[in-house]
């Protein structure tokens, strides 16, 4: 099935480093959301970004919504422990109900 | 207030058997959609139920139903299960008639021996 583009594919940090990763599509979409998994649990919503260019932040995560609305990007500042976990991105087509998935990024993160 | 809840959590079953998933949508959703996600996989979207109809359907065969209840509650069928379906299955909710954000309920993990 169609995935999109999301990388790093996985990154080990050290523990109050800052984190950056991003997703991209060739499709234009409306709505981009990011989520954290752990093993064995459903994806946690994260941050949920409606408009071009938007940045929205959620404690020590920042996203935001790609001018061209073909990618998206999600900050973690000073990362601890617990946010270890793999990071996915979803994005909406224009006139669709089909959320569509990123390949994931899956964060390490060193104390 | 209640997240959104699957059942069963775990389930072994054998090629060629039926399987049914349910759901419950979080307290004021009226959307459901079902996904599939294998092993190191991002979620892969199968359908979604609003107004007990299938709103929209992803690349997945007619051996994957569902159905939605008057309470908006789910459920997903397989019929003639291969070890390819072997997965763990995520019930997502949302809420109205815009789509917008989605919360995942815990997931079933279905092994096909």
């Known amino acids: 099935g169609q995935q999109l583009n999301q990388s790093p594919q996985s990154m080990f940090i050290q523990e109050g480093e800052d984190v950056s990763m991003n997703c991209t599509s060739s499709?234009?979409?409306?709505?981009w959301l990011w989520y954290k998994q752990d093993p064995g649990e459903g994806p946690v919503l994260l941050i949920a970004?409606?408009?071009?260019?938007e940045l929205t932040s959620n404690g020590r995560l920042t996203a935001q919504f790609g001018i061209t609305r073909k990618d998206s990007f999600l900050n973690i500042s000073a990362s601890i422990p617990s946010d270890v976990g793999i990071y996915f991105c979803?994005?909406?087509?224009?006139?669709?109900?089909?959320?569509?998935f990123g390949t994931g990024t899956r964060l390490k993160v060193l104390a | 207030d209640a997240g959104v809840t699957q059942s069963p959590t775990h389930l072994i079953k054998t090629r060629g058997q039926q399987v049914t998933l349910r759901c419950s949508p979080k307290?004021?959703?009226?959307?459901v959609s079902w996904y599939q996600q294998a092993l190191g996989q991002g979620p892969q979207f199968i359908f979604q139920?609003?107004?007990?109809?299938?709103?929209q359907r992803g690349n997945f065969p007619d051996r994957f139903s569902g159905h939605q209840f008057p309470n908006y509650s789910s459920e997903l069928n397989v019929n003639a299960l291969l070890l390819g379906d072997s997965a763990l299955y995520l019930c997502?909710?949302?809420?109205?008639?815009?789509?917008?954000?989605?919360?995942f309920g815990p997931g079933t993990r279905l092994t096909v021996l």
């Open positions: 970004l409606y408009k071009a260019g």
């Open positions: 979803a994005g909406l087509p224009s006139g669709t109900y089909k959320y569509i």
């Open positions: 139920y609003y107004e007990e109809e299938e709103r």
């Open positions: 499709s234009i979409f409306n709505t």
């Open positions: 997502a909710s949302s809420t109205g008639l815009a789509v917008n954000e989605q919360f």
């Open positions: 307290s004021g959703h009226d959307t």
